[in-house]
């Protein structure tokens, strides 16, 4: 019983890590495409909701639509949750700097162990909140005196998305039993169905297509959808701690396809976030 935890355990930690790493390419796509928001996120959720629903459909065959039944009122929240997660993401960074986005997002750990705690009883250990407490130290090197005034409103964007991660994961891991894959695949529908309105679909060259095709299913649709399937496996604190490697790994994503170099305090930042993420991991193991 007990190594068989610490195998779904492991798997847990391994899908989280690759959702990060799927999550940190955003900037990379962004700045690929040439598009204005509202459309990229159109196209993103469309082509991430056929990726998990084809996922889904394989998975299950001819149980999908008794999944999609099963999902329930807590299903429809997270789909909601993460949708609304997505909109506020993509509007705080046009509202503040990716500095203060990054360091308010790193907060995640803090708000999900509290959630835990005082929703589902969820008690974190010591070794979890310290690795959580590393890695924010990390992101606030990473973009030490980024914040400046009249920053008020991209800030509080920043912050609801924050929140709203932490309550989705929550749930996820609370309804650990409940097929959550049919929600990631509802949620990035909902995302461009209230996106529509502001989007220009047709603006996409069809050259671009491609582009947009692999921004949907690699960096949100599989990060979506290894997320939804870690976040059963380990504390929905450890999720958003493992979460937090998106902050390093995405300047470094430009840096390699841009030659954007980094500053020095990125590569410090960054190298106190993978070592607390990969000490926390390392002590899991044992």
Known sequence: MAADRSERHGLGVLLTTASAVAYSTAGFFTRLIHLDA???????????????????????????????????????VAAALSALA???????????????????????????????WLWIGEREAWTTLAASTAALVGVIIMVGGAFREGRFLGDLLAFGMTLCMALMMVIIRKHRDTPMLPAAALSAFLCSLAVSPLARPGAAAPAEFAYLALFG??????????????????????????????????PAWVWVAFKEVPPLATFVGGAVVMAAVSAHILAGRR
């Not at 909109?87 to 708000?111: C, E, G, K, M, Q």
């Open 86 to 116: 997505t909109i506020l993401f993509i509007n705080a960074f046009r509202r503040t700097s990716v500095a203060d986005v990054t360091i308010i997002f790193a907060t995640a750990p803090f708000a999900t162990a509290a959630i835990g």
């Open 38 to 76: 509202w459309t990229l996120l159109f196209w993103r959720g469309i082509f991430a909701g056929l990726f998990i629903a084809s996922f889904m459909v394989w998975q299950n065959r001819r149980g999908t639509l008794a999944g999609i039944r099963a999902i329930g009122g807590a299903g429809l």
């Open 217 to 250: 299913t690699t960096q949100f649709g599989l990060g979506l959808l290894l997320l939804t399937l870690g976040t059963r496996l380990i504390s929905a604190t450890e999720s958003a701690l493992i979460s937090a490697l998106e902050a390093p790994l995405a």
